[in-house]
C-alpha cells in the first residue's frame, strides 16, 4: 500500500472544530496521520501551498435519473459531477423510472454505483409506492436492502393522514422523512415566486404560503410522531421561522437549503431563461436574507444541491413547458463560498454546511478528517475563477441557473478512500 501525503494545507476539519496548518497521510483508504509533521516516509507528497483541506462534501439530495432516465443523466456521469465539485458522498432520489419503491430498484442503483461511481451513492427510497402519496412503501425491507431516508421529492404527500403513517412507520424502522413540503392546490398552475416580477413577465406565480403551510403541517405531525422530519429546499422566509420555532419546541427537525435559493431572487425569471424554473421557485430579496441567516444560526442545517439534471431538449422551450430543476453538483461550492467573502460564514461554517452537517443529519460516516477515518477529502482553492459554461460542465445536462456567471472556488483534487478521483489540473483517475 502507498502512503500520500498532502503537505502544508489549511485543514478545516468541522468535526473537531479544527482550522490550521498542518500535513495529512492517507494509506490504505484511510487517513492514517494528521499533524504538521507527520512520522513516516510518504510515497507520494503533494504540496497544497495556499490550499484548503477538508472533509469530502455531502450531498443530501441529488437526481441521478438512472435507471429509466440515462439521457438525462447517469450513476457515472453524475458520480463525475459530483467529483468535481469535492463531493465525495451523494445520496440520489427515488423519481426514477421505475421508481425507487422496491428493493429491487435499491439493489440495482447500489450495485451499479459499485461498478461505475467515482464516489460513494447512498440511496434514498420512495416514501409512498409510485410517489403517488397514497400507499407507504415497505420501508422496513427498503431499509435493510440499504435506503439511508425516504422520500417522494419531485411529488408532495398530500393526504396528512398517509403523512402521518409515512412518519411513523420510518420512525420505527430508523429512518428520516425527506419532504417536499409544496401544497400543490395552492400552487396551482405557479411556475415562479407570486409577486412583482410574476405579474412583470406574465407568468403565473406561486405565493410563499404554498411551501409554509405544508412546513407547519408537516412540523405538526413531527412533533405527534416524535419522527424526524427533514425539509428540502427550503425557500421562504416564514419556513425558517417555523423550523426555528419548532427546533426550540423539541421537534426532531433538519432542514437544507440549495445554493440557488441562496444566491438568486425570483428577480432572475425575468428574462424567460427556463434555467431559473425550480421547484419552489426562486423567491424575494427578504426571502434569501432569511435563508443565509437561517444557515448561519443553524436553523437550517446544511446544503443540498437538488441537483436535478434535464437534457437541452427539453429546457430549450417555452418557459411553461420546460421541466422544474437546474444542476448543482459543480456549482455549489464556489456559491457558498461567496457568503464567507461577505464574512456571513465562516470557512469551518461553510465547509460544515457542505459536508460535516449533512452526514450528521442521515448519520452517514462522511465530514470527518480524523486518524482512521476514511480518506475521503477535498483540496480546494477559494481563489480559482471560473466561468460557467456547458462546455467547462461534467454533468450530461447543462441545465445550471449559473450559466455565464463568474464564480470563484473549486475543488482541485478530490479523493475517495485514497483514490484521486478529481484532478482540476489533469484527468481523474476513474
Known sequence: MSRTRIRSARVLDPSTGRDELLSLDMEGGRIVAL?????????????????????GLVDLHTHLREPGQE????????????????????????????VNDNTAVTAFIRQRAREVAAVRVQVIAAATRGLRGEIMSEMASLAEAGAVAFSDDGSVIMDASVMRRVLEYARG????VIAHCEDVNLRGSGLVHEGPHATCSGLPGSPGEAETVMVARDLELARLTGAHLHIAHVSAARSVELIREAKAGGVRVTAEVTPHHLSLTDEATGGYDTNTKMAPPLRTARDREALRDGLADGTIDCLATDHAPHAAFEKD?????APFGVVGLETALPVLLELVREERLSPLEAISSLSTRPARVLGLR???????????????????????????LVSR????????HELRGAAIRTYVAGELVYNADGDATR
Do not use: H, Q
Open 366 to 392: 462522511a465530514g470527518t478528517l480524523e486518524v482512521g477515518a476514511p480518506a475521503d477529502l477535498v483540496l480546494i482553492d477559494p481563489d480559482r475563477v471560473w466561468k460557467v459554461e456547458p462546455a467547462t
Open 35 to 55: 499533524g504538521p509533521d507527520p512520522e513516516g516516509v510518504p510515497d507520494e507528497v503533494i504540496e497544497a501551498g495556499e490550499l484548503w483541506l477538508a472533509p
Open 173 to 176: 424502522v430508523g429512518r428520516p
Open 397 to 404: 445536462s447543462k441545465n445550471s441557473a449559473f450559466l455565464g
Open 71 to 98: 439521457y438525462k443523466e447517469d450513476i457515472a456521469s453524475g458520480a463525475r459531477a459530483a467529483a468535481r465539485g469535492g463531493f465525495t458522498t451523494i445520496c440520489c432520489m427515488a423519481n426514477t423510472d421505475p
Open 317 to 321: 422551450v417555452e418557459y411553461s413547458r
